[in-house]
């Protein structure tokens, strides 16, 4: 969703950090009614805070960015609360490739569980976009494709489809 900063039903909310997140607004308004809120509360706390547009918690990016982006840009993009996670390609590293016996630089086709993708990257595992993005779909296996015309690099793959598991 496009957010804009003259929006009128922006919110905010703010919870002691061992309180659990906020899931209604404190108070709603503009932008600037926002930024008037948060700046009266100068104190050395930390605190789970949230942003919300239409009712919504907004989940990405981190309200520092949104707000920032919406007073420097005018606008911005954000991600609401139970909005499906869309990216256009998926990164799979060259150990995971192998390991998974798919081409890294080479067109192909890869069919797999987002679960077991998901926990096939080593180290730290995926970042937190790539692993929110995989998480939606579970065990659900993903058809990942990368043909001679992709442009998109080494090691990216789009998904083709979702196939479903069980009974039709």
Same mark, same amino acid.
Request: net charge negative; aromatic share 8%.
């Given at each position: 969703?496009?957010?804009?900063?003259? #929006? $009128?039903? @922006?919110?905010?909310?703010?919870?002691? #950090?061992? %309180? &659990? !997140?906020?899931?209604? &607004?404190?108070?709603?308004? $503009? *932008?600037?009614?926002?930024? !008037?809120?948060?700046?009266?509360?100068?104190?050395? %706390?930390?605190?789970?805070?949230?942003?919300?547009?239409? =009712?919504?918690?907004?989940?990405?990016?981190?309200?520092? %960015?949104? *707000? /920032?982006? @919406?007073? +420097? #840009?005018?606008?911005?993009?954000v991600r609401l609360e139970g909005d499906d996670v869309e990216m256009g390609a998926i990164y799979? +590293?060259?150990?995971?490739?192998?390991?998974?016996?798919?081409?890294?630089?080479? &067109?192909?086709?890869?069919?797999? #569980?987002? +679960?077991?993708? @998901?926990?096939?990257? =080593? =180290?730290? =595992?995926?970042?937190?976009e790539h692993a929110e993005f995989l998480s939606q779909f579970g065990g659900q296996t993903l058809?990942?494709? !990368?043909?001679?015309?992709?442009?998109?690099?080494?090691? /990216? /793959?789009?998904?083709?489809?979702?196939?479903?598991?069980?009974? &039709?």
């Amino acid at each position: 969703m496009r957010l804009e900063s003259s #929006a $009128t039903d @922006l919110g905010y909310a703010r919870r002691l #950090a061992n %309180q &659990p !997140r906020p899931l209604a &607004p404190d108070v709603t308004g $503009t *932008l600037n009614d926002i930024e !008037r809120f948060v700046s009266g509360q100068g104190d050395n %706390q930390f605190y789970n805070e949230a942003l919300f547009a239409a =009712g919504r918690r907004v989940v990405y990016p981190r309200i520092t %960015q949104a *707000l /920032w982006e @919406l007073r +420097d #840009a005018g606008s911005c993009l954000v991600r609401l609360e139970g909005d499906d996670v869309e990216m256009g390609a998926i990164y799979i +590293d060259r150990e995971q490739c192998g390991r998974l016996g798919a081409p890294y630089t080479e &067109p192909g086709e890869l069919i797999i #569980a987002a +679960d077991t993708l @998901l926990h096939s990257k =080593g =180290g730290s =595992g995926y970042d937190s976009e790539h692993a929110e993005f995989l998480s939606q779909f579970g065990g659900q296996t993903l058809v990942l494709t !990368r043909t001679a015309e992709d442009r998109i690099g080494s090691g /990216w /793959w789009r998904v083709k489809e979702r196939l479903s598991v069980g009974p &039709p």
